[in-house]
């Protein structure tokens, strides 16, 4: 598998939602989307890492695979809204960084 960039990246969701996905869902119902799948990927992390113990049909979830479909609906959302995923990632790195770069590191508790 090769390397995508996250440009490339919502270019290939955009493309597969207009070819196979006949249109996007309204923002609404992907904000729901995401919400639903970000609860799929806590309940596998709580199950794994934390104290509460699979049930039998959680046992073959795969938290990769629910992730990727977080970053799907998150591309459909930046996608139909007009974001460039790219561009705000770099402005917020560099937020981040800007108002944090001693904030870590000062910390005594990590």
Known sequence: M????I???????DHWIKTYGVRYFNELTNMAILTEEVGEVARIISRTYGEQSFKESDKNRDLGDELA????????????TGIDLTEAFEKNLQKKTTRDKER???NNKL
């Open 7 to 13: 440009r490339e990246a919502q270019e290939k969701v």
């Open 69 to 80: 479909d977080v970053l799907w609906v998150v591309f459909c959302l930046a996608n139909q």
């Open 104 to 106: 870590h590191i000062n």
């Open 2 to 5: 090769t390397n995508i960039s």
